[in-house]
């Protein structure tokens, strides 16, 4: 079964730093362009960043510089660090793998508050 697993998210005050993980199953992973979305509530949900099946990142509009994305092809997950978090970037964040189909098969999401 396809499964993409999200972890980590939470609560945090404004300038703390969170990792998020994503646990895939292998046939969605390997070879597959991952990478991480968020909605906030309200918004439409965006890219924050993307990651190819050899490493080559790139990250939404503006939101390069406190986001890092990376992958462990070894553990089928990807991962993203969010430094200095800011009250903007509370959201659900989800994981996503896009096929050699042109789908985008999604995570169930989880949720990053940060306080002021």
């Known amino acids: 079964q396809v499964q993409l697993v999200e972890s980590g998210g939470g609560l945090v005050q404004a300038g703390g730093s969170l990792r998020l993980s994503c646990a895939a199953s292998?046939?969605?992973?390997?070879?597959?362009?991952m990478a991480w979305y968020r909605q906030a509530p309200g918004k439409q949900r965006e890219l924050v960043a993307g990651?190819?099946?050899?490493?080559?990142?790139n990250y939404g509009d503006s939101l390069k510089g406190r986001f890092t994305i990376s992958r462990a092809n070894v553990r089928s997950a990807v991962y993203l660090q969010i430094d200095n978090l800011k009250p903007e970037d509370t959201a659900v964040y989800y994981c996503?793998?896009?096929?050699?189909?042109?789908?985008?098969?999604w995570g169930q999401g989880t949720q990053v508050t940060v306080s002021s």
């Open positions: 990651i190819t099946s050899g490493g080559s990142a």
């Open positions: 292998r046939s969605i992973f390997n070879g597959n362009t």
């Open positions: 996503a793998a896009a096929t050699s189909l042109g789908q985008l098969v």
